[in-house]
C-alpha cells in the first residue's frame, strides 16, 4: 500500500514562510511528477506548482517568484517552500504523485492560513 502523508502546515503572518512536505511510504518508486494544488472554501481546486522528471517546475502566475516546488527523489519526498506568504494564500494544500505509469497518490492535506 502507497501512504502519502503532508506536514508543514499551520498559522503564519503575512510575509512568513512555510515549507510542505509530502512524503511517500510503499512500493512506489521513481516519482515522475509532484503537483501541489490548494482549496479554500468558495474557491474552486487550484493547480499552485508542478514539476516533472527532465523539465522546468511550473508555477501559477498567483505564487510564481514566492514558492518554489522541489523533491527529494531517494527518499520519495517532494517539499514546496512557500515564501512572502499572504492572506490570499490561506488554503488546504495537498500534493499529488505521479509515477510513470500515470498512476498518481494524494496527500491528506495540510491548513495553511496567513493571518496578522
Known amino acids: 500500500q502507497v501512504q502519502v502523508v503532508e506536514s508543514g502546515g499551520g498559522l503564519v503572518q503575512p510575509g512568513g514562510s512555510l515549507r510542505l512536505s509530502c512524503a511517500a511510504s510503499?512500493?512506489?518508486?521513481?516519482?515522475?511528477?509532484v503537483d501541489w494544488f490548494r482549496q479554500s472554501p468558495g474557491k474552486e481546486r487550484e493547480a499552485v506548482a508542478s514539476?516533472?522528471?527532465?523539465?522546468?517546475?511550473n508555477y501559477s502566475d498567483s505564487v510564481k517568484g514566492r514558492f518554489t516546488i522541489s523533491r527529494d527523489n531517494a527518499k520519495n519526498t517532494a517539499f514546496l517552500q512557500m515564501n512572502s506568504l499572504k492572506p490570499e494564500d490561506t488554503a488546504v494544500y495537498y500534493c499529488?504523485?505521479?509515477?510513470?505509469?500515470?498512476?498518481?497518490?494524494w496527500g491528506q492535506g495540510t491548513q495553511v492560513t496567513v493571518s496578522s
Open positions: 510503499g512500493s512506489i518508486f521513481s516519482i515522475s511528477v
Open positions: 514539476i516533472s522528471t527532465g523539465s522546468r517546475p
Open positions: 499529488r504523485l505521479w509515477r510513470s505509469d500515470r498512476e498518481s497518490y
